[in-house]
């Protein structure tokens, strides 16, 4: 059934678009099923819940943690060992810290600036003014991989406006790389609901749970 999904989902979009299997509510026999059937990206929103499942699965040695959840500072440093990539860098504080932390341990994932370009209380990430006005700060932590952008999308958008968002999101990242962020080339963008709407707007990695792992 795993497979299938998956299956159907690869169809369904480009093959240069990275799907991370959003695995935070799901058991290692679950994931090792998503594996079986070619995925090698998965999403966990907690430290300590990804690291139990991560010492599981050690024995696959190819696959690659994403940390999709909102990171607290007080998680910072073992998520920087432990993921290859984290998504949820919402913030110049946590910038900061992440860029001590690195080189500290030696290790530098992939991580991805999360920005929230409508109002929004219930999410985190930069707004573009404050990102502009950020983006000197930024520049100057060396330590920081820096490659994309993440975005969540309020609740109840229609299609339209879905993916409106989302291309506000690519036109932000084309604003980056005018500024000289010319390593600003992911775009995370898109779940189970709306994955669709955010591959046409440009998205280079979806995270898709509930169209996986749902029983």
């Given at each position: 059934?795993?497979?299938?999904?998956?299956?159907?989902i690869r169809r369904s979009i480009p093959s240069?678009?990275?799907?991370?299997?959003?695995?935070?509510?799901?058991?290692?026999?679950?994931?090792?099923?998503?594996?079986?059937?070619?995925?090698?990206?998965?999403?966990?929103?907690?430290?300590?819940?990804?690291?139990?499942?991560?010492?599981?699965?050690?024995?696959?040695?190819?696959?690659?943690?994403?940390?999709?959840?909102?990171?607290?500072?007080?998680?910072?440093?073992?998520?920087?060992?432990?993921?290859?990539?984290?998504?949820?860098?919402?913030?110049?504080?946590?910038?900061?810290?992440?860029?001590?932390?690195?080189?500290?341990?030696?290790?530098?994932?992939?991580?991805?600036?999360?920005?929230?370009?409508?109002?929004?209380?219930?999410?985190?990430?930069?707004?573009?003014?404050?990102?502009?006005?950020?983006?000197?700060?930024?520049?100057?932590?060396?330590?920081?991989?820096?490659?994309?952008?993440?975005?969540?999308?309020?609740?109840?958008?229609?299609?339209?406006?879905?993916?409106?968002?989302?291309?506000?999101?690519?036109?932000?990242?084309?604003?980056?790389?005018?500024?000289?962020?010319?390593?600003?080339?992911?775009?995370?963008?898109?779940?189970?609901?709306?994955?669709?709407?955010?591959?046409?707007?440009?998205?280079?990695?979806?995270?898709?749970?509930?169209?996986?792992?749902?029983?």
């Amino acid at each position: 059934m795993i497979a299938d999904r998956i299956a159907q989902i690869r169809r369904s979009i480009p093959s240069e678009v990275k799907l991370v299997a959003v695995s935070k509510y799901t058991t290692p026999t679950a994931i090792r099923a998503a594996y079986a059937a070619g995925v090698r990206d998965f999403g966990e929103s907690r430290v300590q819940d990804a690291k139990a499942k991560q010492e599981e699965l050690a024995d696959l040695g190819d696959i690659t943690w994403h940390m999709i959840g909102s990171l607290q500072s007080n998680k910072a440093k073992a998520a920087i060992a432990q993921f290859d990539w984290i998504h949820s860098l919402d913030r110049l504080s946590l910038a900061v810290q992440c860029d001590r932390l690195i080189a500290e341990l030696g290790k530098s994932p992939q991580l991805l600036l999360q920005v929230k370009l409508a109002e929004d209380p219930s999410k985190s990430g930069w707004s573009e003014p404050e990102l502009l006005t950020d983006l000197p700060e930024l520049a100057k932590l060396q330590n920081l991989n820096i490659v994309g952008l993440m975005t969540i999308l309020p609740l109840g958008l229609n299609e339209v406006q879905a993916y409106e968002l989302f291309c506000k999101v690519g036109k932000l990242a084309e604003k980056m790389r005018s500024l000289g962020w010319t390593n600003i080339q992911e775009l995370s963008m898109g779940m189970s609901a709306d994955y669709a709407i955010a591959v046409k707007a440009g998205a280079s990695l979806i995270r898709v749970g509930n169209q996986i792992f749902a029983s």
